[in-house]
């Protein structure tokens, strides 16, 4: 489905992340892949998960931090003559803002930091790339979650983030759909990553998930790679502006077994 694209991922970590589920699909689909890690404490791992899916370009890239974003194409301009997609599946907070009540443990510079790296690193990445997609229909696909609609425990201000990145997929849809690139998100339901290891009662969350979800069961990050895969092939061709549940169907009920209740 992907044959002869050339695609950037942001955001793998180690074989648990969901941006691993999407190499490794968008590998087997035949895609040229480029992948970056946030900082030298992940190169080696990346760098050898990477190579088993056949990657062989890996690139620094800080999303904090303009000069890296700008450094990341520039490495990849010399490698490649053009960019089919961008994956970025990144997100993060202060982790003292994901514990507790909202109102209590929000601060204007975890506020920032959320929204920054969680969402405006989209947008600064949609920005570094346009160059190279530049007459290519290319597409741009990020990872949101529930939480940017429905409350949660916990979640707190990654929700607002989350809300702001789904935002800029709508805005982004229009700018880029100018130059005939889409931009869609997926949401996904929770998966055991990196990102989730340390969330309190995250396990007793994916069973919640599982027991409510219609599919009665959790997500897998290959089940996420496979419709990832879809949305940046041109049988996707159609949609743009989109999120797209990966949750088993959670997000549709609003009620699990009433057998849960009391009477
Ligand atoms: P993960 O920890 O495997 O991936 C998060 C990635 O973000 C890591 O690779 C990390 O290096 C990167 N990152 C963080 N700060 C960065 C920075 N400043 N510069 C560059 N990279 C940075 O966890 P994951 O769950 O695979 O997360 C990927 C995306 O999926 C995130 O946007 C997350 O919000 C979203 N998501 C996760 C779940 C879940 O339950 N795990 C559910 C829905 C959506
Ligand atoms: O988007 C996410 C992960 C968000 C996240 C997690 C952490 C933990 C470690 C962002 N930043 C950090 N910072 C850290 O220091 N998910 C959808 C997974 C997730 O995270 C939660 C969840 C779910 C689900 C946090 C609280 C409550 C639920």
């Not at 890996?58 to 490698?79: H, M, R």
């Not at 069961?217 to 092939?233: C, H, Q, W, Y």
């Amino acid at each position: 489905m992907l044959k002869n694209k050339n695609i950037l991922i942001v955001g793998v970590a180690n074989k648990h992340s969901i941006a691993a589920g999407i190499a490794e699909s968008m590998s087997k689909n035949g895609a040229n892949i480029a992948l970056t890690y946030q900082n030298e404490r992940l190169q080696g791992n990346v760098e050898k998960l990477g190579s088993s899916w056949g990657v062989d370009t890996f690139i620094p890239c800080d999303v904090a931090e303009d000069c890296q974003i700008e450094n990341t194409f520039k490495e990849l301009s010399n490698k490649w003559d053009g960019l089919d997609a961008v994956i970025h599946a990144v997100g993060f907070a202060p982790r003292e803002e994901l514990d507790g009540d909202f109102l209590d443990v929000t601060s204007r510079e975890g506020f920032n930091i959320a929204h920054d790296i969680s969402s405006y690193s989209f947008i600064a990445l949609a920005k570094g790339a346009k160059e190279m997609m530049s007459g290519r229909n290319g597409s741009l696909l990020t990872l949101s979650y529930l939480g940017s609609k429905m409350t949660l425990p916990n979640y707190n201000v990654m929700g607002l983030a989350k809300a702001s990145l789904e935002a800029s997929v709508r805005y982004l849809a229009v700018s880029a759909g100018k130059d005939g690139h889409r931009v869609n998100a997926i949401s996904a339901g929770p998966v055991k990553t990196l990102a989730a290891s340390g969330v309190k009662n995250f396990r007793k969350m994916l069973s919640y998930n599982a027991s409510r979800a219609p599919l009665g069961r959790n997500i897998t990050t290959k089940e996420v790679g496979d419709a990832a895969t879809f949305l940046t092939s041109d049988m996707a061709s159609g949609i743009s502006g989109e999120i797209l549940y990966v949750d088993a169907g959670f997000n549709i009920t609003a009620m699990g077994s009433i057998e849960e209740a009391e009477s």
